[in-house]
Every structure is written in structure tokens, then in C-alpha cells.
């Protein structure tokens, strides 16, 4: 569901060109450099690189975007710029995952990325088409009662695409991503007075309800005993914080929009960066799964991301400038998209 958000939260017509460049840029150098410190970690075991190295790029823009419109900097030229990089390291690690963890060969997998691509292409053209008044009035008359014409058709976009996803053989990571996107789509184009009250009642249920679900499951699932095992992967906990920190925070504060952001701005761009959890799960379990990652390697990587969003938001939100606006509480304007 945190993936589903963010994707339904992206909104590139807002983000400049240029910022939407150096975001991709700084996500390349930081896999590039991820991708050769955990080859160094691992003796040049590739597999297991593949997923260390993509665990370390990741950014949880999901878990990031409550704390961004609650803080109220989500509509300043600051909260667009890191929801331009959020986004990038939230999709960019799905992509890799696609690319270097699926088991294929190189070739096959850009094939059925590409083909998945195209599907999804076919249905952001279907979502963008115009729609007849009917459904906006259907979406309005069923809102308070019974019926929640959208929130149905919002779950059903979310099971296609997970579907979909899982008929190419991809992460459904990915499919969820791709329904984010389109439900905002067909929302802001064909019902845009409605879509507030419908994103309020679709993060009822993801807020509410699915996202503390995960954070459960994630620690009834965490290897406690594994990471305090002793040995490696107590040593490790820090070192893989301290490795987010470093390969997302320094692309991030070399490549941010230098007129835009003050440096301060910047110091708080970095840490929303290095925020990590989900993917970070995703990536393990998979490694895991397919015995190429211990069981105590793979609990030091989640740790480290749980320190980082236990820790990082507070210190980003407490080092931005006074003059950022801060928590309101009733704003109106807090269940709007950037």
C-alpha cells in the first residue's frame, strides 16, 4: 500500500525538467557505486551483490510522503524536489529488482519489462481518455454511501496490476507502482472534485490499517536472534546504516537544484533520501528466498533501514529553515497531491 501511494502521489507535470534529470542522475551513481562497495562486501559474489547493492539505493517515498504533507512542505518548491528524488529512488530499485533479481537473463528480463511497460502504457492512454459525465456523477452520488463506486474501481486497478504483474513473472512492487499511477489518473481527469474525499478514504485504509499491517508482519518477521547472534551481522547493522547514509545522501546533496534549496534545505533532502524500509524487506526476502543472502546479512539490512526511518524524518523535518512551514493540524489543503 506504501508503494501504491507513493505512485498515485507522483505528479512529474509539477517537477522541472532539470530536477527530474539530476534526481535520475544521482540515483545511477549511487547504484553504480552501491553495486561495486557490495561487490567489495562480498568477495564478487554477483547475485548476492545484485541485491545488497540495489537494498542500499532504495528510498521509502511512501513512508516519506505523510510526514511531507503533515509537516506542510509538501507544495513548496523544497517538498517538490524531494519528492522528485523520493519518487526516482522508490521506482528506479523496482526497476533494478526487475532487471538483476528476477532470474532471467539480462536480455529476457528487459524483454518482459518492456512488455510490461507497453500493458501499462495501454492503460495510462485508456486512463487519460475522457470520460462521459456518468462517471463523475456515479463517483459523487455513491461517495457517502454503500455503493464507493471509486473505491471499488480503485481496488480493482490495484488486484489488474498486481495481477498483471505477477502473469509477467515481475515483483508486484511494481505493479503496485503502476496502479498508483493510474488511479490518479482517472481520478484527477474525470472526478477531480471528488478525489480528495476518495484519497482520504483509500489512505483510511492504507494509513489505517494496511501500513501498520506491514510494520507488524515486518517485525514478526525480523531475525532478532540472527542479528544478535553476534559476529558479522551485528558488525554489519552499522556499517549498512552508515552506507545509506553515505550513497544516498551525497548524490543527493551534489546533484539537488543548487538555486532552489539553501543548505539547510539540503541537509533535510538528504535525510527524506536515505529514509528506507519497504524495498528494503522486498529486496531481502527475495534474496533470502533464493539462498543467496544469510539470514543474518539480511536482518542487519532491515535493521539498518528500520534505524533509518525511526530516526532520519524526525532529524530532516528539525533541520529545515524557520521559515519552513510547519504542522497546521486541520489545513485543508493537507489531502491534496503535489
Known amino acids: 500500500m506504501l508503494i501504491f501511494l507513493a505512485g498515485y502521489e507522483i505528479e512529474f507535470a509539477e517537477v522541472r525538467g532539470d530536477t527530474l534529470r539530476r534526481a535520475v542522475g544521482g540515483l545511477v551513481l549511487t547504484l553504480a557505486v552501491a553495486l561495486g562497495v557490495a561487490f567489495a ?34 507544495h513548496s518548491r523544497f517538498g517538490t524536489v524531494v519528492m522528485a528524488f523520493g519518487a526516482v529512488g522508490e521506482f ?26 507497453g500493458v501499462t ?20 452520488t455513491t461517495l457517502h454511501t454503500s455503493g464507493q463506486f471509486a473505491v471499488r474501481l480503485v481496488m480493482l486497478l490495484l488486484a489488474a496490476m498486481l495481477g498483471l504483474s505477477v502473469a509477467f513473472g515481475l515483483d508486484t512492487l511494481l505493479g503496485a507502482f503502476a496502479a498508483g499511477l493510474l488511479t490518479r489518473l482517472i481520478l484527477t481527469g474525470a472526478a477531480p472534485e471528488s478525489t480528495a474525499d476518495v484519497l482520504g478514504k483509500i489512505e483510511a485504509m492504507g494509513f489505517g490499517f494496511l501500513v501498520p499491517v506491514f510494520f507488524i508482519v515486518t517485525g514478526i518477521n525480523f531475525d532478532l536472534y540472527a542479528l544478535l547472534g553476534g559476529g558479522r551481522p551485528l558488525l554489519l547493522l552499522p556499517v549498512f546504516l552508515l552506507l545509506f547514509l553515505l550513497l544516498r545522501d551525497a548524490p543527493a546533496w551534489l546533484l539537488a537544484p543548487p538555486r532552489d534549496l539553501a543548505r539547510r534545505e539540503r541537509t533535510s533532502l538528504m535525510l527524506y533520501c536515505t529514509t528506507c524500509l519497504p524495498l528494503v524487506v522486498a529486496i531481502t526476502t ?6 543467496v543472502l544469510e539470514k543474518g546479512e539480511a536482518a542487519a539490512l532491515v535493521g539498518a533501514a528500520m534505524l533509518s526511518i525511526l530516526i532520519l524524518p524526525p532529524l530532516a523535518l528539525k533541520v529545515l529553515p524557520p521559515h519552513q512551514p510547519r504542522p497546521t493540524g486541520g489545513d485543508a489543503q493537507t489531502s491534496e497531491s503535489w
Open 41 to 74: 562486501l562480498t568477495g564478487a559474489q554477483a547475485t548476492m551483490s545484485f541485491v545488497i547493492g540495489t537494498a542500499l539505493t532504495s528510498t521509502a517515498l511512501g513512508a516519506v510522503l505523510p510526514m511531507l504533507r503533515e509537516s506542510g512542505v509538501l
Open 92 to 117: 528506479g530499485p523496482i526497476i533494478a529488482m526487475a532487471l538483476l533479481l528476477s532470474g532471467r537473463a539480462p536480455g529476457a528480463a528487459t524483454a518482459v519489462l518492456a512488455a510490461f511497460a
Open 121 to 140: 502504457a495501454g492503460a495510462v492512454y485508456w486512463a487519460m481518455r475522457p470520460r462521459r459525465p456518468w462517471f463523475a456523477r456515479i463517483v459523487a
Open 286 to 291: 527475495i534474496g533470502v528466498d533464493d539462498g
